[in-house]
């Protein structure tokens, strides 16, 4: 065991698929740096220029690039900086990496890692906050996974650079600082939810930040008697099924919470999912909050509106336990 | 362009012009078979791009590289894929979606990909190997490995973004790569010099610092010598060369296009003036050969792809279950339906 922060995570979990395996390298923009959030530095130092690849500003570039090799027998990890800087390389990560083997009759895999810090953070305003972990769920292809501790985005980063299927690898930005005990030898498999709090009265499924914003106030409302367990989904696709109905069933209750977008958000299929296999179970109606479907701004207080706070996590589930159902959120 | 052997005449290697004359007969005959197989026998459901024209090219590059290097394609790749070494059958199965396709009939003529032979795949998006294989080249840097990579694309595929990242790249890491832009004259339905500013494919690439060729790639015995030269530089640590090599498409974008947009006798011209095949033969024939030895080039090819289309044409449909095979290990669609 050993105390990192969730950027020294992730940056020990290449460190140590870089020693196990030569075939692994990283490419980025800004790399040799240390990345621009500082989660490879010193990589560059330890395993050489070739190894620890700057790029040019060419996402398209890089994702391709990245294929290429993949089919060429690297195993590379991508840097997009910001998740929103992915969308320029949209064709290469859905149109051909989540498609290469199956297109092509399972002649080649694609193992891949594609890392894209997600997340509303320090006033960055609408190019550089978004949470589109739904688009990813929805390509067949593609493995898509949310940490939100430094355990996991040690044990979930060596698994994705370990599996031989391309992984969309979705970071916080705003938990590049939390620390936490991390364990090398905890090994992560996809699609295991984590259970961040026993409790009967109510089920909250979350991943990403938002699942530690769900387990703090899910501390506060303990202190006032009502027992919720919180499911940190982890991974999204594939996602722990099994985990949430169990919970609900036992619960009654079910509320889902994200940052992104709650429209058309990965809370709807949690939530379609427990209608069609335990809808019986449901004691009161399931509640989604998400955020408005609207941009997020630069002025903090702006910012702010778009937030799914804990306060509102708290406040949602005071509300679905005394039996309202007033919506949490009008879309 | 280069002095070839082909205008020094008497030098004429008759070995590789005979072979060079062979690939060409069995593309144009493949081509010509799966385009009946399109109208004819409606047995390809899904478009094809014929290259019926443009041999040369793919006949002249393929003859310079080694069966391990790697090429990524177009979705008028059926040429090159052949030239590199695939089997006529698997690639026909795979126009008609059957079993034993080179894909097993998953992906059909726009991605056909036959990785035994170092074919990385064609692809449905204009442009988009152009990175990939940049991607293969860096893999090669980086595993020190002598092997190099072709990537051929169209000339609508130098307006597109990955044009620019992918050359930019190529050059910046100097990796082991030829990029041949085998120019057809059209983007779809669409004359590219009508939709393209500036001198064209080979000053864009020298503006980013690589070593450009323009080449008739009309005549196969210029493509194969200048190709042939390039492979050589890049292989020895030369870094990326660029080949413009300029032809012309025989026929509508895909087989089921007419062509009406452009001059009633432009292609007719083209075939009288310019057909590689027949320019391969006269100058076999200046050389000496006979012309029943070329006409047996031309019965064999037509012979053979005309047992394939027969014989891919009784292969049967894919197993119903493979549909849900080979998306992902992890959360496949396989596993969700248990």
Same mark, same amino acid.
């Given at each position: ?7 020294? *995570?992730?940056?020990? *979990? ?5 020693? #196990? ?33 700057? #790029?040019?500003? %060419? ?41 290469? /083997? ?45 940490? #939100? ?53 109510? +089920? @909250? ?12 106030? *899910? ?8 027992? @919720? ?61 998400? *955020? ?13 509106? @778009?937030?799914?706070? +804990?306060?509102?996590?708290?406040? %949602?589930? /005071? ?13 | ?141 980086? !595993? ?74 009309? !005549? ?81 090819? !037509? ?36």
């Amino acid at each position: 065991m050993a105390l990192m922060n969730y950027s020294q *995570a992730s940056r020990e *979990a290449i460190r140590d698929a870089m020693h #196990a395996d030569e075939n692994v390298w990283c490419v980025g923009e800004d790399l040799g740096r240390g990345g621009v959030f500082g989660q490879y530095k010193g990589l560059r130092e330890e395993f050489g220029e070739q190894r620890i690849s700057d #790029a040019p500003i %060419s996402e398209a570039a890089i994702m391709g690039v990245a294929l290429g090799s993949a089919m060429a027998g690297s195993r590379p990890v991508v840097e997009m900086r910001f998740s929103d800087f992915a969308l320029c390389a949209t064709d290469e990560l859905v149109n051909q990496i989540a498609k290469a /083997r199956y297109m092509f009759g399972g002649q080649c895999r694609v193992p891949l890692v594609s890392r894209h810090p997600i997340g509303i953070w320090r006033s960055s305003a609408a190019q550089h906050s978004q949470s589109l972990e739904s688009w990813y769920t929805h390509i067949p292809g593609l493995v898509v996974a949310c940490p #939100a501790t430094p355990q996991d985005n040690y044990s979930m980063l060596k698994a994705a650079i370990a599996c031989d299927d391309p992984v969309v690898y979705l970071e916080h930005k705003n938990i590049w600082a939390m620390e936490g005990e991390v364990d090398r030898e905890l090994e992560y498999q996809f699609g295991q939810a984590s259970t961040r709090c026993r409790g009967d009265d109510i +089920t @909250v499924v979350s991943w990403s930040d938002a699942a530690n914003r769900a387990e703090s106030a *899910a501390r506060r409302l303990a202190e006032d008697g009502i027992s @919720v367990e919180v499911i940190d989904l982890r991974s999204l696709w594939p996602w722990d099924r099994t985990a949430v109905i169990e919970s609900v069933r036992r619960t009654g209750r079910l509320l889902v919470t994200h940052e992104s977008v709650q429209a058309g958000g990965f809370g709807a299929e949690v939530v379609a999912t427990v209608a069609e296999h335990a809808a019986d179970a449901l004691q009161s109606p399931v509640r989604r909050l998400g *955020a408005p479907r609207a941009l997020i701004s630069y002025a903090p207080n702006l910012e702010d509106t @778009v937030r799914v706070t +804990t306060e509102m996590i708290e406040n %949602s589930v /005071r509300d679905m336990i005394a039996g309202q159902t007033t919506r949490a959120n009008k879309t | 362009m280069s002095k070839s052997r082909a205008t020094r005449g008497s030098n004429l290697d008759s070995d590789r012009a005979l072979s060079l004359l062979t690939m060409m007969e069995r593309i144009r005959a493949f081509e010509e078979q799966a385009c009946l197989a399109a109208e004819r026998d409606k047995l390809v459901l899904g478009a094809i791009h014929p290259s019926i024209g443009q041999e040369a090219v793919a006949a002249g590059i393929m003859q310079a590289v080694n069966p391990d290097d790697f090429l990524l394609s177009t979705h008028r790749g059926h040429g090159h894929t052949l030239a590199k070494g695939a089997e006529p059958l698997a690639m026909m199965r795979e126009l008609l979606g059957r079993a034993g396709g080179c894909c097993g009939g998953k992906g059909g003529s726009m991605h056909i990909a036959d990785f035994n032979v170092g074919m990385l795949g064609a692809n449905g998006v204009v442009s988009a190997n152009i990175t990939i294989a940049a991607g293969a080249a860096h893999s090669m840097k980086l !595993q020190r490995d002598s092997r190099v990579v072709v990537c051929i694309f169209g000339d609508g595929a130098i307006n597109r973004g990955p044009f620019l990242e992918g050359l930019n790249w190529a050059k910046v890491f100097d990796l082991p790569i030829l990029f041949v832009c085998e120019d057809n004259q059209y983007s779809a339905t669409t004359r590219t010099s009508a939709m393209t500013a500036g001198d064209g494919a080979a000053a864009r690439a020298r503006a980013l610092g690589l070593v450009d060729h323009t080449v008739d790639g009309n !005549q196969v015995e210029e493509v194969a010598d200048i190709a042939t030269q390039c492979i050589n530089r890049i292989r020895s640590g030369g870094g990326p060369e660029f080949l413009h090599a300029i032809t012309y498409r025989r026929t509508g974008h895909t087989s089921f296009d007419p062509a009406a947009y452009r001059p009633a006798d432009e292609a007719v011209q083209h075939e009288q003036r310019a057909d590689p095949i027949n320019r391969q033969r006269e100058l076999l024939t200046l050389a000496g050969k006979d012309k029943s030895e070329l006409d047996r080039i031309h019965t064999q090819a !037509q012979q053979e792809m005309t047992d394939v289309l027969q014989q891919a044409a009784q292969s049967p449909f894919p197993d119903p279950a493979l549909a849900l095979k080979d998306v992902q290990d992890i959360g496949s669609p396989e596993q969700e339906l248990r």
